[in-house]
T-cell receptor
Framework: KQEVTQIPAALSVPEGENLVLNCSFT??????LQWFRQDPGKGLTSLLL?????REQTSGRLNASLDKSSGRSTLYIAASQPGDSATYLC?????????FGTGTSLTVIP | NAGVTQTPKFRILKIGQSMTLQCTQD?????MYWYRQDPGMGLKLIYY???????DKGEVPNGYNVSRSTTEDFPLRLELAAPSQTSVYFC??????????????FGPGTRLTVL
């Protein structure tokens, strides 16, 4: 059974700082890995999707990496802004099912 | 496109009552999912469907039932509500999960409290 862990559970940083969120998983047999953003009381919005054969994906200030051999993915956020405050979840696609991490709650302080 | 819509947004149930959470998508996606999210936790898969007439259990199916009579709709049924089912429920859809570039699209969620 796939186990997905996200560290840290919560993070508070001053505006402008670069930061890294971590996601680790136990089974490398995946189709892809996604990073989602969840705002309080809202659904999930997809940020980045990394295919199993890829090493990283970039979108604006966001960069996600994938290392299947070590069971790790990172989400790098450059020059953080207060609007980045949200919970970030990673999810692994193993075929018919998706396994989610518990999330990292990010607060960017103005 | 409205995307994935869920109703109701909020609901309070008494122990033993039953209800149906509605989910509709207008993107003609084959795959649909129901998740629950408990406070401070990630999402756990309850049931999923790979197309009309086909459903299967996820990680936490006990106490729930689903049906998929059309491509658009995937209702989740709670027959005998219990306090342990207090949670936020999310519906999601995707064209094909094993497609390497296909993301999941989520509804806004239903917040359910069982007292």
């Amino acid at each position: 059974k796939q186990e997905v862990t996200q560290i840290p559970a919560a993070l508070s940083v001053p505006e402008g700082e670069n930061l890294v969120l971590n996601c680790s998983f136990t089974d490398s047999a995946i189709y892809n890995l996604q990073w989602f953003r969840q705002d309080p009381g809202k659904g999930l919005t997809s940020l980045l999707l990394i295919q199993s054969s890829q090493r990283e994906q970039t979108s604006g200030r966001l960069n996600a990496s994938l290392d299947k051999s070590s069971g790790r993915s990172t989400l790098y956020i450059a020059a953080s802004q207060p609007g980045d405050s949200a919970t970030y979840l990673c999810a692994l696609n193993t075929g018919n099912q998706f396994y989610f991490g518990t999330g990292t709650s990010l607060t960017v302080i103005p | 496109n409205a995307g994935v819509t869920q109703t109701p947004k909020f609901r309070i149930l008494k122990i033993g009552q039953s209800m149906t959470l509605q989910c509709t998508q207008d993107m003609n996606h084959n795959y649909m999912y129901w998740y629950r999210q408990d406070p401070g936790m990630g999402l756990k898969l309850i049931y999923y469907s790979v197309g009309a007439g086909i459903t299967d259990k996820g990680e936490v199916p006990n106490g729930y039932n689903v049906s998929r009579s059309t491509t658009e709709d995937f209702p989740l049924r709670l027959e005998l509500a219990a306090p342990s089912q207090t949670s936020v429920y999310f519906c999601a859809s995707t064209p094909s999960p094993s497609g390497s570039t296909d993301t999941q699209y989520f509804g806004p969620g239903t917040r359910l409290t069982v007292l």
